[in-house]
């Protein structure tokens, strides 16, 4: 069965560029999109079909995907931006997340 | 504004039947655009894709729960229901109801608040 994996965490100073991996077999052949939770909410998307963002994400967010490997890339992080990271593909009509990756804004 | 609302029992005992209902409101469960889905989110842990519907009935399940899941809708009432049986306490989790793209990603666009069940033996 298809899986996807994340690192458990990520760690990024204010103002710097965070990325967050997300691998797969040949995930770049499908589609990746990525999810925000933060504590006690309900995720929110914020990038899909790879590098779109949906309307009311700021552009700090951004998204890219070749290979074995997507990567969401959040440019001069904001302490708001602490949360919990999910990738998710959708592969022979079965729909998979990755196990997550808390980044960590310090 | 599209708006998804969880609601069923919040306790069930094991190896019973967990039945929730998904309300939609601000959207048509008729859609040929979209998909309608159930997530959960163990305590603690990741997300967990359960299972979709489209609006012509066609279903797809999780192949990890697929002989424990039905979903199914009522368009007459704009709402999508999830039957999940012989729970254990493993099933004890937030589920969420979503919105799914039909098409490229396949991404949950709109999320419903949750609603914790917890299996008690």
């Known amino acids: 069965s298809f899986e996807l994996t994340q690192p458990p965490s990520v760690s990024v100073s204010p103002g710097q560029t965070a990325s967050i991996p997300c691998s797969g077999n040949?995930?770049?052949?499908?589609?990746a999109c990525w999810y925000q939770q933060k504590p006690g909410q309900s995720p929110v998307l914020v990038i899909y079909q790879d590098n779109k963002r949906p309307s009311g994400i700021p552009e700090r967010f951004s998204g890219s995907n070749s290979g074995n490997t997507a990567t969401l890339t959040i440019s001069g992080t904001q302490a708001m931006d602490e949360a919990d990271y999910y990738c998710?593909?959708?592969?022979?009509?079965?729909?998979?997340f990755g196990g997550g990756t808390k980044l960590t804004v310090l | 504004q599209l708006q998804l609302q969880e609601s069923g029992p919040g306790l069930v005992k094991s190896s019973e039947t967990l039945s929730l209902t998904c309300t939609v409101s601000?959207?048509?469960?008729?859609?040929?655009?979209?998909?309608w889905a159930w997530i959960r989110q163990s305590p603690g842990k990741g997300l967990e894709w359960i299972g979709s519907i489209y609006y012509g009935g066609s279903t797809y399940y999780n192949p990890s729960l697929k002989s424990r899941v039905t979903i199914y809708g009522d368009t007459s009432k704009n709402q999508f229901s999830l039957k999940l049986s012989s729970v254990t306490a493993a099933d004890t989790a937030v589920y969420y109801c979503?919105?799914?793209?039909?098409?490229?990603?396949?991404?949950?666009?709109?999320w419903g608040q949750g609603t914790l069940v917890t299996v008690a033996s």
């Open positions: 040949k995930l770049g052949d499908k589609y």
């Open positions: 601000g959207g048509s469960l008729s859609s040929s655009d979209y998909y």
């Open positions: 979503g919105r799914q793209a039909n098409s490229g990603s396949h991404h949950f666009d709109q």
């Open positions: 998710q593909a959708w592969d022979s009509r079965t729909g998979v």
